[in-house]
Protein backbone atom coordinates (compact mmCIF):
# COMPACT_ATOMS: atom_id res chain seq x y z
CA UNK A 1 0.00 0.00 0.00
CA UNK A 2 1.22 3.27 -0.81
CA UNK A 3 2.27 6.10 2.03
CA UNK A 4 3.78 9.01 2.76
CA UNK A 5 7.23 9.39 4.63
CA UNK A 6 6.14 11.64 7.38
CA UNK A 7 8.24 10.07 10.23
CA UNK A 8 10.44 13.34 10.24
CA UNK A 9 7.26 15.92 10.52
CA UNK A 10 5.58 13.76 13.22
CA UNK A 11 5.44 10.38 12.19
CA UNK A 12 1.90 9.22 13.31
CA UNK A 13 -1.59 10.99 14.26
CA UNK A 14 -0.92 9.45 17.63
CA UNK A 15 2.45 10.91 17.96
CA UNK A 16 3.08 13.28 20.72
CA UNK A 17 4.48 15.27 18.55
CA UNK A 18 1.46 16.10 16.61
CA UNK A 19 -1.14 16.12 19.81
CA UNK A 20 1.34 18.28 21.45
CA UNK A 21 1.42 20.74 18.03
CA UNK A 22 -2.89 20.35 18.27
CA UNK A 23 -3.13 21.54 21.43
CA UNK A 24 -0.26 24.34 21.52
CA UNK A 25 -2.03 26.02 18.36
CA UNK A 26 -5.38 26.18 20.08
CA UNK A 27 -3.07 27.72 22.79
CA UNK A 28 -1.26 30.16 20.53
CA UNK A 29 -4.11 31.45 18.90
CA UNK A 30 -6.42 31.89 21.79
CA UNK A 31 -3.45 33.72 23.81
CA UNK A 32 -2.75 35.88 20.70
CA UNK A 33 -6.60 36.92 20.26
CA UNK A 34 -6.76 38.52 23.93
CA UNK A 35 -3.11 40.19 23.11
CA UNK A 36 -5.21 41.89 20.16
CA UNK A 37 -7.35 43.45 22.54
CA UNK A 38 -4.62 44.95 24.25
CA UNK A 39 -4.48 48.91 22.65
CA UNK A 40 -0.79 48.63 23.24
CA UNK A 41 -0.49 45.64 21.17
CA UNK A 42 2.59 46.18 18.83
CA UNK A 43 1.11 45.45 14.75
CA UNK A 44 3.97 43.78 13.67
CA UNK A 45 4.75 41.48 16.21
CA UNK A 46 0.84 40.32 16.22
CA UNK A 47 1.56 39.83 12.56
CA UNK A 48 4.18 37.70 13.10
CA UNK A 49 2.14 35.56 16.00
CA UNK A 50 -0.72 35.33 13.42
CA UNK A 51 1.50 33.83 10.78
CA UNK A 52 3.32 31.39 13.05
CA UNK A 53 0.38 30.17 13.88
CA UNK A 54 -1.35 29.87 10.25
CA UNK A 55 1.96 27.79 9.69
CA UNK A 56 1.07 25.67 12.05
CA UNK A 57 -2.62 25.23 11.19
CA UNK A 58 -1.43 24.62 7.67
CA UNK A 59 1.32 21.89 8.96
CA UNK A 60 -1.28 20.13 11.21
CA UNK A 61 -3.95 19.62 8.66
CA UNK A 62 -1.79 18.90 5.41
CA UNK A 63 0.04 16.15 7.65
CA UNK A 64 -3.60 15.02 8.59
CA UNK A 65 -4.66 15.14 5.04
CA UNK A 66 -1.84 13.43 3.61
CA UNK A 67 -1.89 10.27 6.38
CA UNK A 68 -5.84 10.00 5.47
CA UNK A 69 -5.32 10.05 1.80
CA UNK A 70 -3.16 6.59 2.04
CA UNK A 71 -5.76 4.61 3.88
CA UNK A 72 -9.07 6.19 4.01
CA UNK A 73 -10.43 3.11 6.69
CA UNK A 74 -7.79 3.92 9.40
CA UNK A 75 -9.65 5.17 12.25
CA UNK A 76 -6.72 6.64 13.66
CA UNK A 77 -6.21 9.04 9.97
CA UNK A 78 -9.61 10.01 10.39
CA UNK A 79 -9.20 11.10 13.87
CA UNK A 80 -6.44 12.98 12.76
CA UNK A 81 -7.97 14.58 10.08
CA UNK A 82 -11.29 15.64 13.08
CA UNK A 83 -8.58 16.35 15.51
CA UNK A 84 -6.83 18.88 13.38
CA UNK A 85 -9.99 20.67 12.22
CA UNK A 86 -10.87 21.14 15.43
CA UNK A 87 -7.87 22.37 16.71
CA UNK A 88 -8.10 24.94 13.26
CA UNK A 89 -11.48 26.55 14.81
CA UNK A 90 -9.38 28.28 16.95
CA UNK A 91 -7.66 29.62 14.36
CA UNK A 92 -10.88 30.32 12.48
CA UNK A 93 -11.91 32.92 15.40
CA UNK A 94 -8.32 34.32 15.62
CA UNK A 95 -8.67 35.29 12.16
CA UNK A 96 -12.11 37.40 12.45
CA UNK A 97 -10.61 39.10 15.69
CA UNK A 98 -7.19 39.78 13.36
CA UNK A 99 -9.29 41.05 10.62
CA UNK A 100 -11.40 43.50 12.87
CA UNK A 101 -7.31 44.56 14.53
CA UNK A 102 -6.02 45.06 11.33
CA UNK A 103 -9.19 46.79 10.26
CA UNK A 104 -9.00 48.87 13.86
CA UNK A 105 -5.26 50.04 12.65
CA UNK A 106 -5.58 50.94 8.77
CA UNK A 107 -3.78 54.23 9.62
CA UNK A 108 -0.97 52.55 10.88
CA UNK A 109 -1.41 49.59 8.41
CA UNK A 110 -1.09 52.28 5.70
CA UNK A 111 2.32 53.69 7.23
CA UNK A 112 4.09 50.34 7.78
CA UNK A 113 3.12 49.34 3.85
CA UNK A 114 3.78 52.47 2.17
CA UNK A 115 7.53 52.59 -0.07
CA UNK A 116 10.23 52.18 1.81
CA UNK A 117 7.68 50.92 5.25
CA UNK A 118 8.73 48.45 7.42
CA UNK A 119 5.66 46.21 5.71
CA UNK A 120 6.18 46.89 2.32
CA UNK A 121 5.87 43.89 1.02
CA UNK A 122 2.89 42.62 2.69
CA UNK A 123 1.29 45.72 1.18
CA UNK A 124 -1.04 43.13 -0.91
CA UNK A 125 -2.18 40.96 1.87
CA UNK A 126 -2.65 43.53 4.54
CA UNK A 127 -4.85 45.03 1.49
CA UNK A 128 -7.01 41.98 1.20
CA UNK A 129 -7.29 41.08 5.11
CA UNK A 130 -8.54 45.01 5.40
CA UNK A 131 -10.77 44.20 2.27
CA UNK A 132 -12.10 41.12 3.60
CA UNK A 133 -12.65 43.00 7.46
CA UNK A 134 -15.00 44.90 5.66
CA UNK A 135 -16.94 42.00 4.86
CA UNK A 136 -16.99 39.70 7.85
CA UNK A 137 -19.60 39.68 10.54
CA UNK A 138 -19.16 39.51 14.52
CA UNK A 139 -17.44 37.06 15.60
CA UNK A 140 -20.51 35.31 17.45
CA UNK A 141 -22.06 34.85 13.58
CA UNK A 142 -18.42 33.80 12.31
CA UNK A 143 -18.11 31.43 14.91
CA UNK A 144 -21.13 30.24 14.50
CA UNK A 145 -20.85 30.08 10.63
CA UNK A 146 -17.49 28.21 10.98
CA UNK A 147 -19.30 25.85 13.53
CA UNK A 148 -22.11 24.97 10.74
CA UNK A 149 -19.65 24.75 8.60
CA UNK A 150 -17.60 21.88 9.86
CA UNK A 151 -20.50 19.98 11.63
CA UNK A 152 -22.26 20.08 8.04
CA UNK A 153 -20.31 20.65 4.99
CA UNK A 154 -16.83 19.50 5.91
CA UNK A 155 -18.14 16.40 7.68
CA UNK A 156 -20.27 15.40 4.15
CA UNK A 157 -17.21 15.92 2.50
CA UNK A 158 -15.02 13.87 4.48
CA UNK A 159 -17.60 11.20 4.16
CA UNK A 160 -18.08 11.63 0.22
CA UNK A 161 -14.43 10.85 -0.28
CA UNK A 162 -14.24 8.38 1.93
CA UNK A 163 -17.24 6.29 0.52
CA UNK A 164 -15.79 7.38 -2.97
CA UNK A 165 -12.30 5.70 -2.20
CA UNK A 166 -13.28 2.86 -0.69
CA UNK A 167 -15.90 1.70 -3.30
CA UNK A 168 -15.30 -1.01 -6.06
CA UNK A 169 -15.80 -1.60 -9.08
CA UNK A 170 -17.29 -5.44 -10.50
CA UNK A 171 -16.08 -6.45 -13.94
CA UNK A 172 -17.15 -9.36 -15.67
CA UNK A 173 -14.59 -11.75 -14.94
CA UNK A 174 -15.37 -11.72 -11.58
CA UNK A 175 -12.51 -9.51 -10.34
CA UNK A 176 -12.52 -6.55 -8.48
CA UNK A 177 -11.19 -3.54 -8.55
CA UNK A 178 -10.92 -0.10 -6.33
CA UNK A 179 -11.52 2.92 -8.27
Request: hydrophobic share 45%; no cysteine.
Given at each position: MEHWQMESLYGNADSPRFQEDLK????????LQADLENPGQDFVEALDR???ILDIDETLEAFASCMQSTDTRSALFAKGVSQAEEASLA????????????????D???GLTRKGGKLEA???????????AGHTMSPELENLASDLGRSGTEAFRRLQDTV?????????D????GT
Open positions: REVELARNYQKVADLEVHMLLFVQKRKEVAYAFVLGQMLEQSSQAEIGWGGKRT
